[in-house]
């Protein structure tokens, strides 16, 4: 497996010093030849890729639907464990951090990388700016609630930020 992978390895630098020598400057190739970049060539101007750039705000947007998860269960339970709950609304302000940096224009549908992402982001920032900071207020009151304790109060600070995730999905994430 090991020597398959390097023959592989060793085929694909041939073949890009193939593709470099027919690049030379007396190979008269029209410039309207030269393909449009595959979406893992492009280079956002943070560095990444925007299959990476997307890969990570899914991520994070998980963990986030997994701590919600979490609190909702417990909720649901007889006896809630508030540890649980407290830890679970604590890593939403740290798993959501930076939210309005992961959607630079270039990580939407047109990438061609698999998003639910809608357009509306790029086209209307002012509005999707202010989801996410609706949702971050939330959450934050979340996290002081579930430090207080008090089960009431968790569930209305829950609830509440539970409403700042489906506004912002409702216009800008297909499929809800
Ligand atoms: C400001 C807008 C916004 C807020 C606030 C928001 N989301 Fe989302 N969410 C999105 C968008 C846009 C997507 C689609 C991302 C993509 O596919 O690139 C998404 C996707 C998701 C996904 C699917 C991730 C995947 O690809 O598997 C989950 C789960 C999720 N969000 C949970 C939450 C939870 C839970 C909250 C609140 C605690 C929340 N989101 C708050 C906009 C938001």
Known sequence: MKIRQTT???AAIAGVSILAAC???????????A??????????????????QIELRQGQLKKLG???????D??????PDLAAIQAAAASVPVESAGM?????????????????ALPAIWDDPETF???????????????????????AAISAAFGQTGGTCKSCHETFRADD
């Open 8 to 10: 592989l390895a060793l």
């Open 23 to 33: 690049g030379g400057s007396d190979s008269a190739a029209p410039a309207s030849e």
């Open 35 to 52: 393909a449009a970049p595959a979406a893992e060539e492009v280079v956002l101007a943070n560095g990444m890729t925007p299959k990476e």
């Open 66 to 72: 997994k701590a919600f998860k979490t609190i909702s």
């Open 74 to 79: 417990e909720l649901k339970a007889g006896e």
């Open 100 to 116: 309005a940096d992961w959607f630079p224009a270039g990580t939407g549908p047109d990438s061609g990388v698999k998003t639910d």
């Open 129 to 151: 700016a202010q989801k996410i900071a609706d949702f971050q207020s939330a959450s934050a009151g979340l996290v002081t609630a579930a430090e207080g304790g008090d089960i």
